[in-house]
């Protein structure tokens, strides 16, 4: 299944949850999000002249920066999610290409499988956003540190 398959099927499933869920929620806002994000990557894809790995890198990093520098718990929450949303949209995404790179990079093609890579890759993500999720909580219980 094409990546494009891939995003095009998590659409049709969050569409399909937001219609059963009927109260405003923070799932239903999330589930709306998901929908927005994967269409703007869809959207970006179809022009080949943006780099989309980096493009949604730079989207991730806005939003990163837009988390340190709010106050409110709740607009940071609505933050997280959405950076969490792109980061699963990255990895579906650019999974392949990363580990392509590191891959076909001078004397590591020998030793590292893509596959190897991919799980190293998406294993530091995560314990860079359980990092960020304590400097966030930290920051929020102690600002004067």
């Known amino acids: 299944m094409s990546v ?3 995003l095009q099927k998590e659409i049709e499933e969050s569409e399909r949850w937001l219609n059963i869920e009927k109260d405003d929620s923070t799932y239903k806002r999330d589930l709306m999000k998901r929908i927005e994000l994967i269409n703007w990557v869809l959207e970006n894809m179809k ?3 943006i780099q ?3 493009h949604i890198e730079s989207k991730m990093s806005e939003i990163i920066l837009s988390i340190n520098q709010t106050y409110s718990i709740l607009e940071a929450d609505e933050l997280d999610s959405e950076l969490r949303i792109l980061d699963w949209i990255f990895y579906q995404v650019c999974s392949n290409e990363v580990a392509n790179q590191v891959y ?5 093609s020998t030793i590292l499988n893509p596959k190897i890579v991919t799980a ?3 294993t530091i993500r995560r314990n860079i ?3 960020v999720d304590f400097c966030i909580l930290r920051f929020r219980l102690h600002p004067d540190l």
């Open 4 to 6: 494009e398959q891939t």
């Open 47 to 49: 022009n080949p002249d």
């Open 52 to 54: 989309i790995c980096d």
């Open 104 to 108: 076909q990079a001078p004397n590591l």
């Open 120 to 122: 190293i890759a998406s």
């Open 129 to 131: 956003n359980i990092l």
